[in-house]
T-cell receptor, first 116, second 111 residues
């Protein structure tokens, strides 16, 4: 079974609108971390936001927020007020805490295009 | 701080040739990782090193070897390159319980 599932290969959003990128995960461990990364066309991987499995509140970082629904095992990324520079690939990832927390699993990514 | 650096940026190999991808970090991180990224498949973990002197297999280790030379450096070796190893390779590092920081990647083409 896939550890991380991103079901939206591509998304379009109008500039200044909000957009939600979906991510579901699969783990039986009670302690884990969820991450979102951005990969622009230049290729580098940029960390955006982190949510721990025990965190009570949804994580926020500027225009990025993570809609964490533990019972549904979902960790959707919400980007508010989209900008042209947000056009990129977005990857959801999970780190499982056992085994020193070194196993990271990535989804296949969502390509976001912001339309002027 | 340079963060995570990788060399080379690009490489073309012929089938059967060997090469070593170099990675170094200056953030005093304990853990280091090697990933490959293929179209439509996201990033897949090849090997990781939780600390100096230790290495462990990830999801796709076949055809690769690694060396954690010291705390700063973690190299990935392809002993006999195959076309299936054409990919973009990323090195990453992290401190315990923090996020990973990625290098700029190495584009490898095996003919």
């Amino acid at each position: 079974a896939q550890k991380i599932t991103q079901t939206q290969p591509g998304m379009f959003v109008q500039e200044k609108e909000a957009v939600t990128l979906d991510c579901t995960y699969d783990t039986s461990d009670p302690s884990y971390g969820l991450f979102w990364y951005k990969q622009p066309s230049s290729g580098e991987m940029i960390f955006l936001i982190y949510q721990g499995s025990y965190d009570q509140q949804n994580a926020t970082e500027g225009r990025y927020s993570l809609n964490f629904q533990k019972a549904r095992k979902s960790a959707n990324l919400v980007i508010s007020a989209s900008q042209l520079g947000d056009s990129a690939m977005y990857f959801c990832a999970m780190r499982e805490e056992p085994n020193t927390g070194n196993q990271f699993y990535f989804g296949t990514g969502t390509s976001l295009t912001v339309i002027p | 701080n340079a963060g995570v650096t990788q060399t080379p940026k690009f490489q073309v190999l012929k089938t059967g040739q060997s090469m070593t991808l170099q990675c170094a970090q200056d953030m005093n991180h304990n853990s280091m990782y090697w990933y490959r990224q293929d179209p439509g498949m996201g990033l897949r973990l090849i090997y990781y090193s939780a600390s100096e002197g230790t290495t462990d297999k990830g999801e796709v280790p076949n055809g690769y070897n690694v060396s954690r030379l010291n705390k700063r450096e973690f190299s990935l070796r392809l002993e006999s390159a195959a076309p299936s190893q054409t990919s973009v390779y990323f090195c990453a590092s992290r401190r315990f319980r923090e996020t990973q920081y990625f290098g700029p990647g190495t584009r490898l083409l095996v003919l």
